[in-house]
């Protein structure tokens, strides 16, 4: 077994990981490609600082002069400190999807309300939902986050247009998750894939509430609305455990126990399902992005992934009970479920086809064009 010189991760976790002569894996050095492309730290500086004077004069006469996700979790929530306290006025989007926590709810509040800024909440159908993330459990496909990660960029484009908000910042950066196994998740965007699953897993044959985006629509907002997404952590000072101290004394944040444990299905899936179904822990690509970012060393990341994922079997037992009941379905069925063979998202339609259309359009237009 070969493990990188670096991170946590071996050859032996997927398929996608090679190591080079140097002892590096791919994964890492993907990283370093990454936080090379941003510039040096004067260089990102300098970026945002210019970024934001724009983002206050093109929104100057608007109600919004720009549009943030919030979850509740740590980076989204330490995104909106810093765009307070540098006195942008946000339109803060949330999507409340049926998972969440308690205390996620309290977080958004509490941040909502210190910072003074607007809270949409999209609540979603609940039993339309439900059916979703069922026939995708019954599909045995490793992303069922897919369905929530489309659901809130369809919401944001919809607010961007609407509110006429040419800036949306988002909380996804390097320091933290650029490291990621591509065989561990799957393409946010694919509608065809989401509605080709959900078809032949359910007896939802038509989708009604669902917030999503075609194809065809994702092309439309990329070519004709003027938006950037900036990813704000990536330009500036961004340390874990500095940010979450400086949240929990200035927003009252309270502490989930886990990357994106704020919703009680992803504290489910990554603890629970990820690993029994197919064998995959999340905390290694999360702990070698940090080990990347030298925010932890190799050494603490082996001693903190020793630990387990469920701190006693009482607490899994009480989630694994809950997740059933509320999906209403028997403990037979779940088992099922888990020991049901493994599929890949590509063995359901995807929107491949409409890429290669695309393709040819464009190479029409460029000979039409060039004559």
Request: glycine content about 4%; charged content about 25%; aromatic content about 14%.
């Amino acid at each position: 077994m070969k493990e990188c010189n670096r991170c946590i991760l071996t050859e032996n976790d997927d398929s996608t990981i090679i190591i080079d002569y140097s002892g590096l894996c791919n994964y890492c050095n993907n990283y370093d490609m990454q936080l090379k492309e941003l510039g040096t730290k004067n260089e990102r500086n300098s970026f945002i600082e210019k970024k934001i004077k724009e983002v206050k004069l093109k929104g100057k006469n608007k109600k919004y002069d720009c549009l943030i996700g919030l979850s509740g979790g740590l980076d989204s929530s330490y995104m909106a400190y810093w765009l307070g306290k540098r006195g942008l006025r946000p339109l803060v989007v949330h999507l409340d999807n049926g998972w969440n926590s308690n205390l996620a709810t309290q977080n958004i509040k509490n941040i909502c309300q210190k910072l003074n800024f607007d809270l949409y909440t999209h609540v979603i159908d609940w039993e339309e939902f439900r059916t979703m993330q069922l026939a995708y459990l019954k599909a045995s496909v490793v992303d069922i986050e897919v369905l929530t990660d489309h659901a809130i960029k369809a919401i944001i484009l919809k607010l961007s247009r609407k509110f006429k908000i040419n800036y949306v910042f988002s909380g996804f950066n390097i320091s933290t998750e650029a490291v990621m196994i591509k065989g561990w998740t799957y393409n946010k965007n694919d509608f065809e894939n989401i509605k080709d699953i959900v078809a032949k897993n359910s007896l939802l044959k038509k989708l009604k509430t669902y917030p999503h985006t075609t194809f065809w629509a994702n092309l439309f907002y990329n070519f004709f609305l003027d938006v950037e997404k900036i990813n704000l952590l990536n330009y500036i000072d961004y340390d874990k455990n500095k940010s979450k101290e400086i949240i929990k004394k200035s927003l009252n944040w309270k502490d989930y126990g886990g990357k994106h444990y704020e919703s009680l299905f992803t504290k489910f899936y990554q603890a629970y399902f990820l690993p029994q179904k197919f064998n995959i822990d999340k905390r290694k690509v999360h702990l070698s992005n940090l080990i990347c970012s030298k925010q932890i060393t190799k050494i603490d990341a082996k001693r903190v992934l020793k630990n387990p994922l469920y701190s006693s079997d009482k607490e899994l037992n009480n989630d694994i009970n809950f997740v059933i009941k509320k999906f209403g379905i028997s403990i037979g069925e779940f088992n099922n479920i888990m020991n049901k063979k493994i599929k890949r998202h590509t063995d359901f339609k995807t929107h491949d086809n409409y890429w290669n259309i695309y393709f040819k359009l464009v190479n029409i237009l460029k000979l039409n064009f060039s004559r």
